[in-house]
C-alpha cells in the first residue's frame, strides 16, 4: 500500500522491490504532483480614475490556471483571461470604491487577487444665491456664491472692475462694487478634479443718470 499526502511538487518514479522468496520481482509507477496556481500583478493594480476615463489597463501573470474570473469591476470595466495572463482594461461609467477579485480556475489550489479601482464623480457647481443681477453703478452687487463638489479651486473671469471672485471651502464668492457700467457675462471655471464644469451669469451695471442744458 502506498499512501499519503505529497508537500513538494514534481514527478516522482517510485520503485516497488519485493523481498524474500525466489526471483527479482520489482513493479514502478509515477507519482506526478502538480503545483498550486499562481498569480501575480505585473501592471495597473489598485488606482484611482476619473468617471468616463480609461483605467490604466492591469494584468496579473498566473501559472496552472486554465481560466479566471474577475468580480466587482465597475460598469464599463472588464476582465479577461489569455496565455496566462488576466487582463482587467476599460472606461467606467458609474462613480464608487470597487474592490475587485481575481479567481483561477482549472489547476490546482484556490489562487486569488484583489485591487480597487476608485471611480470619482465629476465636478458639480450650483447657484446658491445671487447670480445674473442688474445694478447701479458704484453700488454693491448682491454677493453670488455657488456651491461646488470635486473640484479644489476655481476662476472667475469677466467680472466688471470692482468686483471679484474667490474659492473657498468648495464655495465660489463673487462680491464687490462695480465702478465701470456695461454688460458683463462671467463665467465660473472649476478646477482640479474631474470633468469641465463652468457656470455663467451676467452683471449688468447701469450708469447714472446724466442731465445736460440744451437750450
Known amino acids: 500500500t502506498i499512501s499519503g499526502t505529497p508537500t513538494v511538487s514534481g514527478a516522482y518514479t517510485y520503485t516497488v522491490t519485493l523481498t524474500g522468496g525466489c526471483g527479482t520481482v520489482t513493479a514502478t509507477g509515477t507519482i506526478t504532483v502538480t503545483p498550486n496556481n499562481t498569480i501575480s500583478l505585473t501592471a495597473g493594480g489598485t488606482q484611482t480614475k476619473c468617471i468616463n476615463t480609461p483605467i490604466t489597463t492591469t494584468t496579473y501573470a498566473t501559472t496552472g490556471a486554465t481560466g479566471a474570473s474577475v468580480t466587482g469591476l465597475p460598469t464599463g470595466v472588464t476582465g479577461s483571461f489569455a496565455s496566462n ?22 489547476g ?11 471611480v470619482t464623480p465629476n465636478n458639480t457647481i450650483s447657484l446658491t444665491a445671487g447670480g445674473t443681477q442688474t445694478k447701479c453703478i458704484n453700488t454693491p452687487i448682491t454677493t453670488t456664491t455657488y456651491a461646488t463638489t470635486g473640484a ?63 437750450a
Open 108 to 118: 490546482c489550489g484556490t489562487a486569488t487577487a484583489t485591487g480597487t479601482i476608485t
Open 152 to 214: 479644489t479651486g476655481a476662476s472667475v473671469t469677466g467680472l466688471p472692475t470692482g468686483v471679484t471672485g474667490s474659492f473657498a471651502s468648495n464655495v465660489v464668492t463673487i462680491s464687490g462694487t462695480p465702478t465701470v457700467s456695461g454688460a458683463y457675462t462671467y463665467t465660473v471655471t472649476l478646477t482640479g478634479g474631474c470633468g469641465t464644469v463652468t457656470a455663467t451669469g451676467t452683471i449688468t451695471v447701469t450708469p447714472n443718470n446724466t442731465i445736460s442744458l440744451t
Open 85 to 106: 495572463v488576466v487582463t482587467i482594461s476599460g472606461t467606467p461609467t458609474v462613480s464608487g470604491a470597487y474592490t475587485y477579485t481575481v479567481t483561477l480556475t482549472g
